[in-house]
């Protein structure tokens, strides 16, 4: 393998220097950073109806963009996106959905 990706609880959850040291050892990259856990350990979408739980998905993936810049490593959102909003409103979800990407793509412009 030339490269990994890491699904990791949190951004804070490994010691980047160490992490460093061993992706150089075994010769290797930090591919990508999945975000993956915000959903499947913490239950966090950027489409949850609650704002308080949006508002913690986008501090997960902002944390965890903030983590992977540290490596030239991208964040996948994958199912950080969430699921279509129960009433059914797809536009109303969309909305939901472009509100938190915009704000992640400020974070990660920076």
Known sequence: FDGVELFTRSGTDLDAN?????????????????????????????TDPDAAIRQKAIDFIAEMISFGAQFDAPAII????????????????FKLLAEGLEVLGKHAAS
């Open 18 to 46: 160490h992490l460093k040291q061993r992706l150089d050892h075994y010769g290797l990259q930090l591919a990508a950073v999945g975000t993956g856990a915000g959903k499947v350990l913490h239950g966090l979408t950027l």
């Open 78 to 93: 994958g199912s950080m996106q969430g699921n279509v909003l129960p009433s059914g409103n797809r536009e109303e979800t």
